[in-house]
């Protein structure tokens, strides 16, 4: 069963560069697509980026995109997500999750996931 752990939460001015991270455990990381999801209170959780099992493909939110970037370490089983340019509206819980099957950047087509990390982004 793949076991996901996402860094711990921060908290950052606007324009920011937090780094996250994300460690999978009983698994092999380059058997998965992998993605970054978040959630802010009251809405529902979106895909922000997705990255193909080699990680030549990526698919980034509109929202994010030139701001964030996605990669992938395989050989350290790590995901990461480089934030940049931070808005306030990026503040979320964030979290990280893989696939094993054909999909896209939608969370239904994802089977595991982190337990998520918060960024909170000040004005």
């Known amino acids: 069963l793949v076991q996901a752990v996402e860094s711990a939460g921060v908290l950052v001015p606007a324009g920011g560069t937090p780094r996250r991270s994300c460690i999978i455990s009983?698994?092999?990381?380059?058997?998965?697509?992998m993605g970054w999801f978040r959630q802010a209170p009251g809405k529902q959780r979106e895909g922000v980026v997705c990255?193909?099992?080699?990680?030549?493909?990526?698919l980034y939110a509109e929202s994010v995109q030139g701001r964030f970037t996605i990669s992938r370490d395989n050989a350290k089983n790590t995901l990461y997500l480089q934030m940049n340019s931070l808005k306030p509206e990026d503040t979320a819980m964030y979290y990280c999750?893989?696939?094993?099957?054909?999909?896209?950047?939608?969370?239904?087509?994802?089977?595991?996931w982190g337990q998520g990390t918060q960024v909170t982004v000040s004005s």
């Open positions: 999750a893989a696939r094993d099957r054909p999909g896209n950047c939608e969370p239904s087509v994802y089977s595991y």
């Open positions: 009983d698994a092999t990381l380059d058997d998965y697509a």
């Open positions: 990255i193909g099992w080699s990680g030549l493909s990526t």
